[in-house]
């Protein structure tokens, strides 16, 4: 029915010479990207919310979730998120993109060390003001997270068709495919 991947970037220390450019064109054109203000985060999720009702009605399997119930969800691991790794990019006061990535939580159950963070989600408003916007949040989380002490980002859960796909490929390799599959029942 479908196929999704997960991609692993091993160097967080890479920068993108082109990244620059677009990063410019979007300071330009009034775009502003910051961190997650944690003592605001019941604000913060709502303008995360507007942007995810809106970027993600086109995806394969896309099914609508209100407001309370996306926040309720959200609100349950706000302890394990760091502010410092999800980025909104706002223009004239409104939300228009964010990236949100978490520790791999997996490696500390594993009696491991966390060195690799997991790149959950990259969401931009659509229209031509916000072309490049992806990369740019992507290029500044890998960063933060290299200046963070990690090592190594998974992106995480990608459909074959969506864009992310497209921001991954630069930086990072295949490491895992997923395929949802179907099946007709008798009625």
């Given at each position: 029915?479908?196929?999704?991947?997960?991609?692993?970037?091993?160097?967080?220390?890479?920068?993108?010479?082109?990244i620059?450019?677009?990063?410019?064109?979007?300071?330009?054109?009034?775009?502003?990207?910051?961190?997650?203000?944690?003592?605001?985060?019941?604000?913060?999720?709502?303008?995360?919310?507007?942007?995810?009702?809106?970027?993600?009605?086109?995806?394969?399997?896309?099914?609508?979730?209100?407001?309370?119930?996306?926040?309720?969800?959200?609100?349950?691991?706000?302890k394990?998120?760091?502010?410092?790794?999800?980025l909104?990019a706002?223009?004239?006061?409104?939300?228009?993109?964010?990236?949100?990535?978490?520790?791999?939580?997996?490696?500390?159950?594993?009696?491991?060390?966390?060195?690799?963070?997991?790149?959950?989600?990259?969401?931009?408003?659509?229209?031509?003001?916000?072309?490049?916007?992806?990369?740019?949040m992507?290029?500044?989380?890998?960063?933060?997270?290299?200046?963070?002490?990690?090592?190594?980002?998974?992106?995480?859960?990608?459909?074959?068709?969506?864009?992310?796909?497209?921001?991954s490929?630069?930086?990072?390799?295949?490491?895992?495919?997923?395929?949802l599959?179907?099946?007709?029942?008798?009625?």
């Open positions: 029915m479908a196929e999704y991947y997960s991609a692993l970037n091993t160097d967080l220390g890479k920068i993108d010479p082109r620059a450019r677009t990063e410019s064109r979007l300071r330009e054109a009034g775009m502003t990207i910051r961190h997650l203000r944690a003592d605001q985060f019941l604000e913060e999720l709502r303008k995360i919310y507007a942007v995810s009702a809106i970027s993600f009605q086109s995806n394969y399997l896309y099914t609508p979730l209100e407001e309370a119930d996306f926040i309720a969800q959200y609100r349950q691991i706000e394990r998120i760091d502010p410092r790794l999800v909104l706002e223009r004239d006061g409104g939300p228009v993109g964010y990236i949100f990535a978490i520790p791999d939580l997996a490696q500390a159950q594993r009696g491991e060390a966390i060195d690799t963070v997991i790149v959950k989600t990259v969401a931009v408003l659509p229209g031509r003001t916000q072309a490049g916007l992806g990369a740019v992507l290029e500044k989380i890998h960063h933060t997270a290299h200046t963070l002490g990690y090592r190594r980002a998974i992106h995480a859960l990608m459909h074959e068709t969506n864009k992310s796909r497209n921001l490929d630069h930086s990072a390799q295949t490491m895992r495919r997923y395929t599959f179907e099946r007709k029942l008798a009625s």
